[in-house]
């Protein structure tokens, strides 16, 4: 999701807004949709960032099991009982 500025209806507010986001005078910024929502419907102005602030960036997820063997079934449970 696109990180978004969202700043106050008071222009040098700082403290913490909708959602707990924390506002430094009169902006802040979110991906959250919950928080983005409400501050469209309640006079905040919201905008798109020209770039997501650094640290946002999302985590590749592996793209199949994991390569360690210790993970899952064990050798054992396919074995039949003697």
Do not use: Q, W
Not at 32 to 48: H, K, L, S
Not at 61 to 75: I, L, T
């Amino acid at each position: 999701m696109t990180t978004m500025r969202i700043t106050a209806p008071v222009a040098d507010f700082t403290g913490e807004g909708p959602g707990g986001v924390p506002f430094v005078n009169g902006t802040a910024t979110t991906s959250d949709r919950a928080v983005i929502g409400y501050c469209e419907g309640a006079g905040y102005t919201v905008e798109p960032l020209d770039h997501d602030p650094p640290g946002d960036e999302p985590t590749a997820e592996p793209d199949g099991p994991p390569d360690d063997k210790s993970a899952g079934r064990s050798a054992a449970r396919g074995k039949p009982r003697g």
